[in-house]
């Protein structure tokens, strides 16, 4: 089935650790998204990349990291610069164009120990 | 980013209609209007999304008003499966970005 996979979905970092979340695609889409969730909030945009070795900044890039090597494949670098890294990482792709949907995996909780 | 308005949580029966409302005044004439919803601990699911004319598919129907500066998602029949957090999301210009709000979290009783 074409889908998103994201993993690991539950990751544990010790303080001062880089964490890389992965995120899979293969629905042939160009673009691919990270969000980041905190409890009983909406989801805010990390990076997003429109097209294979090009990406922007979202709204909360500070203490992140990206690579889009691949079509099919956006993995995000949690660097130990986050200063608060606990959240639910959700990965999103879409085709070309503003009134593409947005498919998203099933997210990586990520826990600081 | 154009914002909307959705109210912070809704109630409903089961197997009753369901209309979630969301303002967007400050809508521009390229924006289009996404609907998506998300269940507790799951990544955020596709509803629907149109830029004028109202919408159907299986999962629901999206009322747009004439002026575009608000839109009303419908639920025909709420099952308990339905019962989730709905954000409303303009989407325009040439970045693809969402930016989702708070939503409105929908309750649905048996």
């Known amino acids: 089935d074409g889908g998103i996979t994201q993993s690991p979905k539950y990751l544990f970092r010790k303080e001062g650790q880089n964490v890389t979340l992965s995120c899979e695609q293969n629905?042939?889409?160009?673009?691919m998204y990270w969000y980041r969730q905190d409890p009983g909030q909406g989801l805010r945009l990390i990076y997003y990349?429109?097209?294979?070795?090009?990406?922007q900044k979202g709204d909360i890039a500070e203490g992140y990291s990206v690579s889009r090597e691949k079509k099919e494949s956006f993995p995000l670098t949690v660097t130990s610069a986050q200063k608060n890294p606990t959240a639910f990482y959700l990965c999103?792709?879409?085709?070309?164009?503003?009134?593409?949907?947005?498919?998203f995996g099933d997210g990586t909780r990520l826990s600081i120990l | 980013d154009a914002k909307t308005t959705q109210p912070n949580s809704m109630e409903s029966n089961e197997e009753e209609p369901v209309h979630l409302p969301c303002n967007h005044s400050?809508?521009?004439?390229?924006?289009?209007i996404h609907w998506y919803r998300q269940l507790p601990s799951q990544g955020p699911e596709y509803v629907i999304h149109?830029?004028?004319s109202n919408v159907n598919n299986r999962m629901a129907s999206l009322a747009i008003a004439e002026d575009r500066k608000s839109s009303t998602l419908i639920l025909h029949r709420a099952t308990l499966r339905d019962a989730a957090v709905y954000y409303c999301?303009?989407?325009?210009?040439?970045?693809?970005?969402?930016?989702f709000g708070k939503g409105t979290l929908l309750t649905v009783n048996p």
């Open positions: 999103a792709s879409s085709g070309r164009g503003s009134n593409q949907p947005q498919h």
């Open positions: 629905l042939n889409h160009d673009a």
């Open positions: 990349s429109q097209i294979v070795n090009d990406f």
């Open positions: 400050t809508i521009s004439g390229t924006d289009y």
């Open positions: 149109g830029l004028t």
């Open positions: 999301i303009l989407s325009g210009g040439s970045n693809y970005k969402l930016t």
